[in-house]
C-alpha cells in the first residue's frame, strides 16, 4: 500500500482559477457576461455539448453571442489569460438546443473520465450548481422566490434578502480490506448480477465521516472495521455529494460479512486474481473511471483495471 492520497480522481482534477474575488464585482461581471472573449457552456438537464476526436472529448465553449438566451449564468473560474468561464445554466423545460454540426448532448456521468482536467472541473462545478439552481427557487425560511446572485453563487430571497448558498452532502465510500489482503465488495439491489462495488453512504446529522463508515459497513454488510485511512475525495453532482473515499481492515473480532438483504444483496470477497479472472471472462463488471469507488478498487489492485471491465 501507497500512503499517499488519491490525486488523479477523475472529477477532482480541476484546473481552473475559480475567481471569487469576481463574484462581487457587479461591474465586472456584467461586462464578462458580454465579451466576445468569455468562452460559455452551455448545460440543459444535465447535459453539455461535446466533440470526441480520437477518443478525447472536449466540451463546446461559446462566445456569449452563439449561446441561448434565458439561463442563470454562472461564473465558473477566470482563465491564465483573463478570460472568464461561464456556465449557462437553461431550465429544463425549454427544448434541447440543436446541437451544432460534430456536436452531442452527453452527460457528466458517460464522458467525465474522457475530458482533460479543464473540461471536467468546468462540467462539475456547472453540474452541480445546475442541480442547486433548480432545486431552490424558493426561500427555505419563508416560502418567497429567490434570484440568483454573486454571479450565481448564491440565491438571495426577494422577500427578507436572505442569501443561501450551494450545498454539498458528504458521503463515506470505503474498501475494505481482510488479513489475506482480499477486497470486499457488494451488490445494491437495483444492479445487474456481477455488478459489485466498494460501500457507501450518507454522512448523517451530528456524524463523523469515520462514524459513518462504520455504521455503513456494519449496517449494509455486516462487518466490524478498523485501521481507517483517509484516501481523498471527489464531487459528485447526481445530485450533489461529497464523496469522501476510505480504506479499512476488517477488525479481528468481527462477524462474518452478510449482505443486509434490502439494500445490498451480495457480498464478496476478493482476490486480485479472482477480480481479475472474472472480470475477463465477464462475469464480474466493477464501476466505471468517473467514480472514486473505482480508484478505490484500484489502489487496492495495484494498477488501472481494463475499461472493458467497467459496468455501463
Ligand atoms: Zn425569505
Not at 441561448?68 to 489569460?81: F, I, K, S, T, Y
Not at 448532448?105 to 479543464?118: I, M, N, S, V
Not at 450548481?129 to 426561500?139: G, I
Not at 479499512?248 to 439494500?263: F, I, K, V
Request: glycine share 8%; proline share 6%.
Amino acid at each position: 500500500m501507497t500512503s499517499e492520497l488519491l490525486t488523479q480522481l477523475t472529477l477532482a482534477r480541476a484546473d481552473i482559477d475559480r475567481a471569487e474575488h469576481r463574484r462581487d464585482d457587479q461591474q465586472w461581471w456584467i461586462e464578462a457576461q458580454k465579451l466576445a472573449s468569455t468562452r460559455v457552456i452551455v448545460l440543459h438537464r444535465g447535459q453539455a455539448l461535446v466533440r470526441t476526436t480520437d477518443g478525447v472529448v472536449q466540451l463546446l465553449q461559446q462566445s456569449p453571442v452563439d449561446a441561448p438566451q434565458g439561463a442563470v449564468q454562472v461564473l465558473l473560474g477566470v482563465g491564465p489569460d483573463g478570460d472568464a468561464y461561464i456556465g449557462a445554466l437553461l431550465p429544463d423545460d425549454v427544448a434541447q438546443p440543436q446541437a451544432p454540426e460534430g456536436y452531442q448532448w452527453r452527460g457528466l456521468r458517460e464522458c467525465g473520465a474522457d475530458l482533460d482536467a479543464g473540461d471536467a472541473g468546468l462540467f462539475t462545478a456547472a453540474a452541480a450548481l445546475a442541480h442547486w439552481h433548480r432545486a431552490h427557487p424558493m426561500c427555505p425560511r419563508c416560502g418567497m422566490p429567490t434570484e440568483p446572485t454573486q454571479a450565481g453563487w448564491s440565491r438571495t430571497c426577494s422577500a427578507d434578502a436572505m442569501q443561501h448558498f450551494p450545498r454539498s452532502d458528504p458521503a463515506v465510500i470505503v474498501l475494505v480490506t481482510d488479513d489475506d489482503d482480499r477486497a470486499l465488495l457488494g451488490r445494491r439491489v437495483d444492479w445487474d448480477e456481477g455488478f459489485y462495488s466498494t460501500f457507501a453512504g450518507f454522512v448523517e446529522a451530528g456524524e463523523s465521516a469515520e462514524m459513518t463508515v462504520h455504521r455503513e459497513l456494519f449496517e449494509e454488510a455486516g462487518v466490524r472495521v478498523d485501521r481507517l485511512r483517509y484516501l481523498g475525495s471527489q464531487p459528485w453532482p447526481f445530485p450533489a455529494s461529497l464523496m469522501l473515499g476510505y480504506r479499512a481492515r476488517l477488525a479481528a473480532q468481527s462477524p462474518a460479512a452478510e449482505p443486509d438483504g434490502t439494500e445490498i444483496v451480495e457480498v464478496r470477497w476478493f482476490t486480485r486474481e479472482e477480480l481479475a479472472r472474472e472480470c475477463a471472462a465477464g462475469t464480474v463488471r466493477v464501476p466505471p473511471a468517473v467514480s472514486i469507488a473505482r480508484h478505490l478498487i484500484e489502489h487496492w489492485y495495484g494498477r488501472e483495471l481494463d475499461v472493458t471491465w467497467s459496468r455501463p
